[in-house]
């Protein structure tokens, strides 16, 4: 947040300045801890941008008197500014309060205006919940791009030979699955119930049982919590816009890599077809640049200086050209959010209004590429075994409920050897990560070392 202007503005943007939207919530990440030092970060920047809009002013308001000169001066005085800005806050702020061994996210700088106070706050209580709302393609926003995909049918009137069918219901299906995965006690292992929905169906696309639970509030934003009792009458439902799924969560690399499998097991009507779905997620490791924080010494050398003032020398062109308008978008911010702010009520009346997140924070800060080769594997680790032991637990299941299995493990073998399969009631989709808006490879490999 601090040596990223852009991330900032976006965290600020997106999320703090969006109070009718839904939070992208990250495993892992304290999001209101992030933000406040985002609303920090802009706070320093545009008090930056003041003082360089005042040395333009200066810079342009003595350049005929001087020939030329007022604008070296200027020039060397706006380097200087920026420099001084880039030091303090490498080795003011991140150095002392952000590295590895002395960060305290309770001393978080608390933001002075009441309204964002309270926003804060209120990202901080829904920070945690079993609600998802996206207003994306994809409903697993927060988590990570999905880089693998498989579904199948299966066949739960069909008996074993000689013996008849047991009866289930779809919650024994979920409650024996988590328990066999469970059992695995792999690293930062989770298993949660979550609701997945997309932010333009709450006001009209979902029942009313569940608008009640998730939007309490149509003028504000949607909840984080539902009740247990509506996550199972929707998962013997099946069909809603809004759809439990169980999320199998493996986290390693102190946080750094998170799979994410999100499960769906449905009966269909007549409860003759059981309908199985799982799509896995990755957060990949953050960017480099994000990393280096706990590399910084108490000061700097001397090369670092001279490497931040270069570096200082190369921003302050752009930022001195760009400082006018910062300061007229901050001084029309509050027109411009009330202009926004009175064009979603619009749209809340006339119930078009998307609810969803758009933009998640740990998504924004991955990386594209692995740093170290162990963290490929890992995450093929990851990913494999809890997908080996799902697909055993359906196995185990339906033998246990003398279903004939026989297709099942015909379709885990094919799951297992293949990256891309379509039968008659099957389809896998495997892809790579796909962090950021980087390009997507299959297999994905470490395409520089680090």
């Not at 379709?411 to 390009?439: E, H, K, W």
């Amino acid at each position: 947040m601090h040596t990223d202007i852009a991330l900032a503005r976006k965290a600020v943007n997106q999320i703090v300045n969006e109070p009718r939207r839904a939070a992208a919530s990250s495993p892992g990440v304290d999001l209101g801890c992030v933000l406040r030092h985002a609303l920090a970060a802009r706070r320093r920047q545009k008090r930056r941008d003041a003082v360089l809009v005042l040395l333009l002013l200066v810079i342009l308001i003595t350049l005929p008197f001087t020939f030329g000169g007022s604008l070296i001066l200027g020039f060397l005085v706006a380097w200087a500014i920026v420099a001084f800005e880039l030091i303090s806050v490498h080795y003011g702020i991140v150095s002392r309060q952000l590295k590895r061994d002395n960060f305290d996210p309770h001393h978080a700088p608390r933001p002075p205006n009441a309204q964002d106070a309270a926003r804060l706050e209120a990202i901080e209580l829904r920070d945690r919940g079993n609600v998802v709302v996206s207003s994306r393609f994809a409903p697993f926003v927060g988590h990570g791009g999905a880089y693998s995909a498989w579904s199948f049918a299966l066949n739960t009137a069909r008996p074993e030979r000689g013996k008849q069918v047991i009866p289930f219901t779809i919650h024994e299906l979920y409650g024996h699955i988590s328990s066999r995965v469970g059992a695995l006690h792999l690293p930062g292992m989770d298993i949660g119930d979550v609701l997945l929905v997309n932010g333009a169906d709450l006001p009209l696309g979902i029942d009313d049982r569940t608008r009640a639970e998730v939007l309490r509030n149509p003028a504000g934003p949607p909840g984080a919590q539902v009740s247990e009792a509506l996550l199972r009458g929707l998962r013997e439902d099946g069909n809603g816009r809004a759809r439990p799924y169980l999320a199998i969560r493996a986290t390693g690399w102190s946080g750094e890599l998170v799979n994410t499998l999100f499960l769906r097991c449905a009966l269909l009507p007549g409860r003759e077809i059981a309908f199985i779905e799982g799509s896995s997620c990755l957060l990949a490791p953050v960017r480099e640049q994000y990393r280096a924080v706990d590399s910084l010494l108490d000061a700097p050398t001397f090369r670092q200086w001279c490497g931040l003032v270069g570096q200082a020398g190369l921003r302050t062109p752009i930022l001195l050209i760009g400082s006018p308008f910062s300061i007229i978008e901050a001084i029309f911010s509050p027109v411009s959010e009330q202009h926004q702010q009175l064009r979603q009520e619009r749209l809340i009346r006339l119930r078009q209004f998307n609810y969803g997140s758009e933009f998640s924070l740990r998504e924004a800060a991955s990386d594209q590429l692995y740093y170290r080769y162990f963290q490929m594997l890992d995450r093929e680790l990851y990913a494999k075994t809890i997908e080996h032991r799902v697909l055993d637990a359906l196995v185990e299941f339906m033998e246990d409920h003398n279903i004939d299995s026989s297709d099942l493990i015909q379709r885990q073998l094919t799951i297992y050897n293949s990256g891309l399969f379509a039968g008659r009631d099957i389809s896998v989709n495997r892809s790579s990560i796909r962090a950021g808006g980087g390009p997507q490879w299959n297999n994905p490999q470490p395409v520089k070392q680090r």
